[in-house]
């Protein structure tokens, strides 16, 4: 491994130029205290048994026991067991490279040791306390720009993860992990992506898998909830992260594709076309009066879709589509857009259809009503 060692005096909490760096530091520290524990329990026997100490049978023959287990202790000590973690992480940064975030996970959990992990920067993680957290449980990686645009796709079911793979052949080539079922693509992006956003499916109301670009972690070591270890998969053979821009991904034509703030997925290249147009000619909306009740329109506009096709930077979420807030200057994206309302959690700003898209473009009310009646005639929604 090339990695470099500050130079430091033991015992004091420092950082180093790499978590590996602290990890054999904080595993040897611990190795070399474990292993004058047992000497010294060893001696400590030894004496009564040898009489050096005076006991009685019964405590030497306690003595005989209580050394027989600490020199046991101490042999599994130096067969280098304690070492393994760090052979394990040399792996780890060597398959997802060296400047990757590695993220202290609870034993048998997906639940970090810091909540504040999504500010994590990778000179957080040469700290000697953080790489004492790193050997203690199970491991993730924390996604996106802190590793170096290194991101992955979840696919929840294990069929949906072998058809995600056949549709992208030369993606399916890089490192895949794997947790209780399903499993992980890993891709480092070249370019822009989308921050962590579900993949649904279109026909159900319910979850493919997720992109994972920044905002996301994911386990790589460790035992999962189930019980089950996570593995990179085919960990014999070569292992390689495939670099890709976001629009070569093929989803299957089954999800709603997550989207890049920009780019958009082919087939919705027209939709998207359309209603641009419809936004760019905001100016000269005809204020026409024969329109439908507002009520009824409202019910067949779908705002969610609108703001992930039309609002530039917005990102499915789980609590919904999000957006910066037309209302208030952000910047972070805090506004909440569902099918029919949205809700700002900066600013507290509420409302409908009307009043975002009003916001949004600075048009009138009729102006907004023109263009939902056009959005809803053309049947994109
Ligand atoms: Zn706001």
């Keep these: 491994m090339n990695y470099t060692t500050n130079t430091m005096s033991p ?50 023959k306690l003595a005989s026991q209580v ?51 999504p500010n994590l920067k990778f000179e957080d993680t040469c700290e000697v306390s953080y790489c004492e957290d790193l050997i203690s449980g199970n491991i993730g990686i924390v996604q996106g720009e802190a590793s170096e645009n290194l991101v992955s796709v ?44 579900p993949v649904k499916r279109l026909s159900i109301e319910e979850k493919w898998g ?53 780019a958009r997925g082919a087939v919705e290249a027209s939709q998207k076309a359309v209603i641009q147009q419809f936004v760019r000619r905001n100016q000269t909306f005809p204020n026409t009066g024969k329109s439908s009740p507002t009520d009824a329109l409202k019910k067949q506009f779908d705002l969610a879709t609108f703001a992930m096709e039309c609002i530039p930077g917005a990102s499915f979420h789980s609590k919904g589509v999000m957006i910066s807030c037309p209302f208030h200057v952000e910047r972070t994206p805090s506004c909440y857009v569902k099918v029919d309302h949205f809700h700002c959690f900066g600013c507290e700003e509420r409302g409908d ?23 809803v005639a053309s049947g994109l929604m």
């Design 67 to 117: 050394r027989e287990q600490h020199l046991r202790m101490l042999r599994d000590l130096e067969s280098g067991y304690l070492f393994d973690k760090l052979h394990e992480i040399e792996k780890i940064f060597a398959v997802f490279g060296m400047k990757t975030v590695l993220l202290p996970i609870r034993y048998c959990t997906k639940k970090p040791f810091h909540d504040d992990w």
């Design 154 to 197: 979840d696919v929840d079911s294990d069929q949906d993860f072998i058809d995600f793979l056949k549709l992208n052949p030369r993606l399916s080539r890089s490192v895949k992990t794997r947790g209780s079922r399903g499993g992980n693509l890993w891709l480092r992006m070249t370019g822009e992506y989308p921050r962590v956003s």
């Design 210 to 262: 997720e992109f994972r670009g920044t905002g996301g972690q994911t386990v790589v070591y460790g035992r999962h909830p189930s019980f089950e270890d996570y593995k990179i998969l085919l960990m014999d053979q070569p292992q390689e992260i495939v670099e890709c821009e976001f629009d070569e991904i093929i989803w299957p034509a089954s999800v709603i594709a997550p989207r890049r703030s920009e």
């Design 11 to 60: 015992y004091t909490e420092q950082s180093f130029g790499h978590p590996l760096a602290g990890i054999r530091f904080v595993i040897e520290r611990n190795f070399l205290r474990m292993k004058s524990d047992h000497e010294s329990e060893i001696a400590q026997c030894d004496a009564i048994l040898s009489g050096i100490v005076e006991g009685s049978d019964s405590k030497k």
């Design 353 to 375: 259809a009307f009043s975002l898209i009003m916001k949004q473009y600075g048009i009138s009310f009729p102006q907004a009503r023109n263009l939902i009646e056009k959005v």
